[in-house]
């Protein structure tokens, strides 16, 4: 099916970039709209409102940075870092603005999992309920943050 140029300019937004070295699908062959109706059925499923989750990671990027890049503890077994970069990266969906660059790597030392945490990946969860495509660094696989918060009890 061909795109309309709508289509076909959004697509050049989540592509690798000068902004956004890797994209924002990674190697994900799912539409945009296929990838955010998939994670949108996992919150579903689990009864979490994307902005009560996107609130949750706000709150814990938040504590990550006031740490002032040493680790600390979010909740029992779960340790974040926040890690600065210079620079801003736009939004994908055009007119949203643009984002600080920096990151947080949170652990969850039972599972092993980790899950890197942006202000524009946290701003497209909640605006849009857009985790990302599979394979891209900044993903936020729902069900990985989901079983991080079941595990320790938090939101």
Not at 6 to 31: E, H, I, V, W, Y
Not at 47 to 76: C, F, H, N, V
Not at 82 to 97: L, V
Not at 119 to 147: E, N
Request: glycine content about 10%; proline content about 4%; hydrophobic content about 35%.
């Amino acid at each position: 099916m061909k795109q309309s140029p709508d289509q076909s300019d959004l697509m050049k937004n989540f592509s690798p970039s000068k902004f956004s070295a890797g994209g924002f699908l990674g190697n994900d062959t799912r539409t945009i709209g296929e990838i955010i109706s998939a994670d949108l059925k996992v919150l579903e499923k689990n009864d979490i409102e994307k902005e009560a989750l996107a609130g949750t990671l706000q709150s814990w990027y938040d504590r990550a940075k006031a740490a002032m890049g040493g680790e600390t503890e979010i909740a029992p077994g779960v340790t974040a870092m926040y890690h600065e970069a210079r620079g801003k990266i736009p939004s994908p969906f055009r007119g949203e603005g643009t984002f600080e660059k920096g990151d947080v790597v949170l652990r969850e030392a039972s599972s092993g999992k980790e899950v890197v945490l942006t202000c524009l990946s946290i701003h497209l969860i909640r605006a849009h309920g857009f985790f990302q495509g599979k394979g891209q660094r900044f993903r936020v696989d729902p069900a990985d943050i989901i079983d991080i918060i079941k595990r320790t009890g938090t939101q």
